[in-house]
């Protein structure tokens, strides 16, 4: 069966990427509104996902990274930039902003450092609804362009949605890249013992700071894709929830996995529609069903697949340990 793993996952994984190609040419503006916000929030999930899940670093800002992409994408293209143009400054400005955020982290640790983030994340929502000279303040940003490509107008959502997924998945090989790199490496050595990596010669200094502003940077590529994609940003989609939904995204999905975003932000995006049939209990069911599976698996959905192919490696090893044994036995 193992010899045909691997082109049993290829065949699954273009089968997925031609599945979100052309379904979706079916589909309603409300449909494809959802699928988009879906790529958005994945990307924003996987810079927590970094951050978190790769290198163990506690964040509660990352919503506020995302308002500071969609402000800077929107501010810019209502005069007259063009959107690449303002998804790299997006990019840079989260990313220096989330460099300095690393820095409590080089201090203090676990629940404290999420305190400290969730004070950034405060202070972000505070200016993102006071300084009306800059962000619009309580009136928001309006009218925001959706951009054209070599002459192609990306006006109507599935042309848009074609840009979020195209985005989502440049972001997905540059992340599948540095996770398997010697960066992503030394993340993982982070997370797992932070003085054993320090005495094995890894600068856990600089990676602190770097899975800090890495995945920042990947949130302010969500956020500057989120404000075309809705054209209009005020404060409040930025505030605590939102980055409490993406903490939520990455633990149901399975933080530390590379499919655990997509899984993720699927849950907390698709499901809550997949189940308005239900009209008044939605939410009801939808917190009820992320609630049993937390706590039947802690680590997410891609965790219980982890548990199940390891328990089945382990009883294959065990199996031809057996025979291995009963040979041996048989020779003597």
């Not at 800077?72 to 143009?85: D, E, K, S």
């Not at 629940?111 to 009136?139: D, K, M, P, Q």
């Not at 939520?248 to 997949?274: D, N, S």
Request: aromatic share 12%; glycine share 10%.
């Amino acid at each position: 069966m193992s010899g045909f793993a691997k082109p049993l996952k290829i065949a699954l994984g273009l089968a997925v990427i031609i599945g979100l190609i052309v379904i979706p040419m079916n589909f309603n503006r409300y449909g494809l509104f959802i699928l988009s916000q879906w790529a958005v929030m994945t990307i924003a999930a996987m810079g927590l996902n970094l951050t978190l899940g790769y290198a163990g670093q506690v964040s509660l800002a990352q919503g506020a990274f995302v308002g500071i992409g969609a402000y800077a994408a929107a501010i810019m293209t209502t005069h007259g930039w063009p959107l690449p143009a303002a998804i790299v400054v997006a990019i840079i400005l989260s990313f220096a902003v989330g460099w300095v955020l690393g820095y409590p982290a080089l201090r203090v640790q676990h629940h404290y450092l999420a305190f400290v983030t969730l004070a950034f994340s405060t202070l972000a929502f505070l200016v993102f609804r006071n300084e009306s000279w800059l962000t619009g303040g309580i009136y928001g940003i309006s009218n925001i362009p959706r951009p054209h490509f070599f002459g192609i107008a990306t006006n109507k959502p599935l042309p848009f949605y074609y840009v979020c997924l195209g985005s989502l998945a440049i972001v997905s090989l540059a992340v599948w890249w540095l996770i398997r790199s010697p960066w992503g490496r030394a993340f993982m050595a982070l997370r797992e013992n932070p003085l054993r990596a320090q005495s094995l010669g890894i600068d856990t200094r600089r990676y602190t700071l770097m899975a800090f502003a890495i995945g920042s940077a990947l949130g302010g590529i969500a956020g500057g894709l989120y404000a075309p994609l809705t054209q209009y940003i005020d404060p409040v989609p930025f505030n605590l929830s939102l980055s409490l939904d993406l903490l939520m995204m990455v633990i149901v999905g399975g933080a530390g996995f590379f499919l655990g975003p997509f899984l993720g932000a699927m849950i907390a995006v698709l499901l809550p529609e997949w189940l308005r049939f239900t009209e008044g209990y939605y939410l009801m069911l939808y917190a009820i069903a992320v609630m049993l599976l937390l706590i039947w698996s802690p680590t997410g959905i891609l965790g219980i697949l982890d548990r199940t192919m390891a328990a089945r490696r382990t009883k294959a090893a065990s199996a031809l340990r057996a025979v291995a044994k009963s040979r041996l036995e048989t020779v003597q």
